[in-house]
């Protein structure tokens, strides 16, 4: 499967952005679907995963309250609604897939990786 990230931008301390990732093939539905970001000098961090329904999410501790990940698997898309953002949220953003359920917050276990969208948060 190939992910296409995109939404990334500028956005003020307080603001909101919606990120989305488009997935090519006919299986998206049964792939469990994570966001993952990378700041600068830093190692990359699990975000937010969302079950194979959409039913079940998993959210870091860092973002919780604040980001929320959907997804439409008639769209063969994700999406990661964040909000209040804050300067240690500027980030990429990559979206991925994994085959298996388990221990989604570990980047290790995803399968197929998008290319990443910048998100910057100016405070």
């Known amino acids: 499967v190939q992910l296409q990230a995109s939404g990334g931008g500028l956005v003020q301390a307080g603001g909101s952005l919606r990120l989305s990732c488009a997935a090519s093939?006919?299986?998206?539905?049964?792939?469990?679907m994570g966001w993952f970001r990378q700041a600068p000098g830093k190692e990359r961090e699990f975000v937010v995963a969302t079950s194979r329904s959409g039913d079940t999410a998993y959210t870091a501790d860092s973002v919780k309250g604040r980001f929320t990940i959907s997804r439409d698997n008639a769209q063969n898309t994700v999406y990661l609604q964040m909000s209040s953002l804050k300067p240690e949220d500027t980030a990429v953003y990559y979206c991925a897939a994994a085959i298996r359920d388990y221990s989604v917050w570990d980047g290790s276990r995803y399968d197929y990786w998008g290319q990443g969208t910048l998100v910057t948060v100016s405070s």
């Open positions: 093939g006919r299986t998206f539905s049964s792939y469990v």
